[in-house]
């Protein structure tokens, strides 16, 4: 009998210990982060990609390889596959013309937020948790409040003071508890632990617990179906939490193992802002994880991130890949969004204006070869962000 999820165990990277999937788990007893792990036999028996074509056209067409066992969990506002667009004539002030990008603001809720929180409400509701919580620079805040809101599931959101308007409305309007905190988006997840810890909340911030991952990786799904399963030579990525990066690349190395991907893994490239760039300083020192970023400021909110918990994945998979880690500065990102707009009429969030200023700068640096074909994630609609 087929199944809707071929799901099998959940599996810490640093420990190497196995958890099953009926039970509630955030990190493993280590303190690691828990990854999702599959029957990729059973999967190979009864799904190909032909198949795919002729299901709706929204990520959970690849239910098999995502982790609710049951259609009826499902909590969904129709997540589109998002459109990959060629950037002519920007690549041509790149001078080179295979430069695509991948526009995560058509999404409900406006960036690449909503794969994870689709999956992971789903998931929720499938474990019986009745309510969320989650420390946030906006985006992921709006979008898991506006799908708890669909489950039925409360959600508390902390966010810092200062970030932008549009999500933290969005959070206020969907029901959830919102916290302003003043500091950084570290200071809002110490803030959820001490402040809410007499509250039974399953708390779902990035790499805390497995499925919000799982929705991430929709995009790299999406992308090797897009590119007839043959991938991008490079993939270059915004990177703050680091969710949505390792999401793409554990996607690819699942479609290896199901044989729908044969060819040599793109090469990832994570783009930060100079003002705050840990994982470019890990980067370029040789580390294996980052020392926290002082005092942190950028006009790309979402990139605000100190010290991302998944640190040491990032730079794993940089290497793995033969990538690397560049910063760009907020004239750059500023440039970049007017330049998009004027050239291709896409409006870029801050992000995604950042990973695309920064393949000018790995085209300026020779890093980029001629005809390769090279994909921009730009992770949310610059109306977000519109004041």
């Given amino acids: 009998m087929e199944a809707y999820s071929y799901i099998s165990h959940l599996h810490c990277l640093s420990c190497d210990t196995s958890y099953e999937i009926f039970s509630i788990n955030e990190r493993c ?7 999702v792990e599959y029957d990729y036999s059973e999967i190979k028996k009864h799904v190909t990609p032909d198949m795919l074509r002729a299901r709706p056209s929204t990520l959970w067409r690849y239910h098999e390889m995502l982790p609710v066992m049951s ?29 695509f990008i991948k526009d995560e603001g058509r999404l ?3 960036t690449f937020k909503a794969r994870g929180a689709t999956v992971g409400i789903s998931k929720a509701k499938e474990l019986g948790i009745d309510t969320i919580a989650i420390s946030s620079n906006g985006n992921a805040g709006a979008a898991w409040a506006v799908y708890a809101a669909r489950a039925g599931i409360k959600a508390i959101v902390a966010t810092p003071q200062n970030a932008p308007n549009a999500p933290k409305a969005e959070c206020v309007l969907s029901g959830a508890d919102l916290y302003c905190i003043d500091g950084t988006i570290d200071d809002a997840g110490v803030f ?68 729908w991907v044969t060819k040599k893994l793109p090469r990832l ?39 991302p918990f998944g640190d040491f994945l990032i ?15 907020d004239e750059d990102i500023q440039e970049t969004i007017s330049l ?23 085209c300026e640096t020779g890093w980029i070869n001629e005809g390769e074909n090279v994909l921009v994630v730009n992770t949310g609609s610059g109306l977000k962000y519109i004041n």
């Fill in 192 to 259: 959820l632990q001490k402040s809410c810890a007499n509250q039974n909340f399953y708390n779902v911030s990035t790499f805390n617990e497995p499925y919000r991952l799982e929705g991430k990786k929709t995009m790299g799904l999406e992308i090797a179906e897009q590119f007839s399963w043959s991938l991008p030579d490079v993939i270059v990525y915004p990177t703050g939490g680091g969710a949505g990066i390792v999401g793409i690349y554990k996607a690819f190395s699942e479609l290896n193992k199901l044989g």
């Fill in 269 to 307: 490239v994570v783009v930060q802002a100079s003002g705050c760039a840990p994982i470019v300083q890990a980067f370029l020192q040789g580390e294996k994880s980052t020392v926290p970023w002082e005092k942190p400021n950028t006009v790309a909110f979402g990139m605000r991130v100190p010290k």
């Fill in 71 to 99: 259609p009826g969990n499902v909590v969904s506002l129709d997540e589109n596959i998002t459109p990959i667009l060629k950037l002519s004539k920007y690549g041509k002030r790149c001078n080179f013309d295979t430069l």
């Fill in 108 to 110: 409900p809720t406006g």
């Fill in 29 to 35: 007893s280590c303190g690691g982060p828990l990854f």
């Fill in 340 to 362: 998009s707009m004027q050239d291709e009429g896409v409006h870029l969030c801050p992000e995604g204006a950042a990973a695309l200023a920064g393949v000018r700068q790995l």
């Fill in 315 to 329: 730079l794993d998979l940089l290497d793995r890949t033969q990538g690397i880690a560049i910063s760009v500065t």
